[in-house]
C-alpha cells in the first residue's frame, strides 16, 4: 500500500490539496492519505493528523511562533517514526513547509512541492533550500518554469489551479434575491482578509471607507466576505460597529457578482481578475515588517493580476498609500468613470490569457503517481 502525507497551511491549500488527493484516490483506491488541513482534505478521504486552523492561525507573536515550531515537530515526529509515508506534498506556505522539508530530506523520504514559495517576488535565496530538499516542484506560473531549470531543479509546470477550480459566475439574479439585496443597485464588497493579523491592521480601515461611500453614494449596497476560515469571534473582533451585511463561506460567488471589490492582498485578487471584477488592492502590517519586505523583495508589484500581466491595471495601495480617501477614490472610478471601468474590465480578461488551460490537480496527482511507481 502507498502512503502520502499532504500539508496544507491555509483553506486555499485545503481546497488545492482535496482535488489532488481526490485525484490519488481515484488512480488509486488503496492508496492511504494523511495529512493537515481541512474539510476539502477530509472529504477527499484524507485521515488529518490535525487542522490547518493552528497554521492559518500564525501571526507577528512570540507565542504563535512557538506554536508554529511545536507543530512542526509534532508532523515531523507522526510522518518519520509513525505514518513513514513514501512521499510528503507540501502545498503553499513556504516558510513551514521548507523547514518540515529538510527534516524528511534528510531521513530520505519524497517530498513534492505543489505551489512553491514566491522566490521570484521576495527572498530569492530560498531557491536553493529548494533546490537542496525538494525532488520535485510542481509550479502555477508558466515564467517559473525557467527559473527553476536554469538552478537544475526537477519542475513542472501544472497550470494554475484556479483556472478549472473557479466556479462559473454566479447567478447575479439569484443570489441577490437569496441574501435580500437591490439587484438594480450596484454592490461593493470588502473582503478584509483570511488572518487575524490582516483583519487587525485593514478592517478598521475598509470600512470606514465603506461608510464614506454609503454616505456619498445612498444607492451603493455593501457587503463584507466573511473569510470561512476564521471563527465568528475573531471576525466580530474587528467587523463591528456597522450594519453591512455579511456573507460567510460564499467568496467566489461575491466576487463574481459586485461591481466592485476592495480586497486584502492574496489570492483573492487572481480569483477577481478571472471574473472581471474592478477591484483595489490594501494592504498594510507593522512598519517593521514592510521595511524588511522591502529589503528582501524582488519586484515591485504585489498583486498577482498585475505580476502575471506585468502590468500596473489594479491599483495597489499598500502601506503609507492604504488610506481611506485613496479607497475611496479608487472605488468611485471602478463604480463611476465608465472609460475606466471599460478598460479595466478589458485588461483583466488577459490575466487568464496568461496562464494555461492545464488542470493542475490532475497534473500533479500524475506527478505523484509516477513518483510512487
Known sequence: MRKVFIITGEYSGDIHGGQVAKLLKESCPDIEIHGIGGENLKNAGVTLF???????????????????????????????????????????YGTFNLRVAKRLHNRGIKVVDYIPPQVWASRKWRIK??????????????????MYENEGIDVKYCGHPLVKQLPEKADKNKFFELHGLDINKPLVSVFPGSRPLELAFLAKTFIKSAKILKKKHSDLQICISHAPNLSDDVFDKYIKDTDFKVIKGENQALLSVSDSLILASGTVALEAALYQTPMLIGYKGPWI???????????KKVSLPNIITGKDIVPELVQGKFTVDAIV????????DKDYRAQFISSLGEVKEKLSDKYSAKEVADCIMEMLK
Open 50 to 92: 490535525c487542522d490547518h486552523s493552528k497554521m492559518s492561525a500564525f501571526g507577528f507573536s512570540l507565542k504563535m511562533a512557538f506554536e508554529h515550531l511545536a507543530l512542526e515537530n509534532d508532523v515531523c515526529e507522526y510522518i518519520l517514526d509513525e505514518f513513514k509515508p513514501d512521499l510528503v506534498l507540501l502545498i503553499d
Open 289 to 299: 515588517l514592510y521595511l524588511i519586505y522591502l529589503l528582501v523583495r524582488c519586484i
Open 329 to 336: 477614490y479608487e472605488t468611485e472610478r471602478n463604480l463611476y
Open 129 to 146: 533550500k529548494i533546490k537542496k530538499y525538494v525532488d520535485k516542484v510542481c509550479c502555477i506560473f508558466p515564467f517559473e518554469t525557467e
